[in-house]
């Protein structure tokens, strides 16, 4: 049996205390959330499998067991905030997006 050094054991026992918070499909949509949650004050990693564990998940980012719920509610509340801005855009897209907001139905 292989022994590991001490700096393999140490990493592996700090990545074994995180625990994924989300998946991404990019690794640039991974560090996007990863910059997110640090800047919320909580600590993330990412972790990209190689190929031979490779799913249909993606890229994990993950954060310690402890701050899962707080990383969730931020994940989410940016989550919504972006998909109100993509509607936004879309009806500003539109063309007259304010002529129809005035019209009298009576």
Do not use: W
Request: net charge negative; with cysteine; proline share 2%.
């Amino acid at each position: 049996m292989a022994k590991r050094s001490k700096k393999a054991q140490k990493s592996q026992t700090k990545l074994q205390e995180f625990v994924v918070v989300a998946f991404a499909e990019e690794l640039e949509e991974a560090r996007g959330y990863e910059t997110l949650l640090k800047s919320n004050d909580i600590p993330a990693v990412i972790k990209e499998q190689d190929e031979q564990s490779m799913n249909a998940e993606g890229i994990a980012v993950m954060v310690p067991e402890d701050c899962l719920d707080e990383a969730h509610v931020v994940i989410e509340s940016q989550d919504a905030y972006d998909d109100f801005y993509d509607f936004a855009l879309e009806d500003e897209d539109d063309g007259d997006f304010d002529s129809h907001l005035f019209d009298d139905d009576f």
